[in-house]
């Protein structure tokens, strides 16, 4: 006589079993993101205004129509001098601040009297092209306080850099987005993780 080995399962203990397997299921899931989130270190594009040479290619060479780099100021490094060389090109005729007499071609900069002799020089990014005209002017003949960085931002942080691929002071990598961006007037790369 065939006795039937397999026990038959009731409703209740099928459904007790089929909810203990989708619980694992789901915990097993949350658990192995959790675990790929602690490894992965999303990375974002950052320039090295010690090694950034002024070239120009940030305005040209972005994926973006206006480009994601462009110029900061570094106020406590600044001098707001009266004749700022981020501001006049150096053979200014007059001091005057008419678009004839700026460096920067779409007058991004902004120059206000604070008290003689020091004025403040602000950047209006949403103008900002990124051309670095400024910057080197700032840099050659002044105290560097004006220098370019990628904004954050705007970035669409490109699996490859386009403006990196082309940038003659190699001063574009990739770092975790968790670090600081490096600022002048501030060294140290302890932190940073380049490509």
Known sequence: MNENKHKHLTRREFMD????????????GVAGKVLFN????????????FKCVQCGKCATHCVLTHSASRCVH??????????????????????????ENQICPVGAIKRTFVEEPYYEYTVDRDLCIGCARCVKGCTAHGNGSLYMQIQRDLCVNCNECSIALVCEGKAISRIAADVQYLKKGFVDNSEQVST
């Open 74 to 99: 570094a106020y406590e490094v600044c001098g707001y001098c009266r004749i700022c060389s981020g501001f006049f090109p150096t053979d200014v005729a007059v001091l005057d601040e008419g678009a």
């Open 38 to 49: 602690g490894i992965k270190h999303e990375r974002v594009w950052q320039i090295d205004p």
């Open 17 to 28: 079993r089929t909810t203990r397997g989708v619980t694992a299921f789901v915990l097993g």
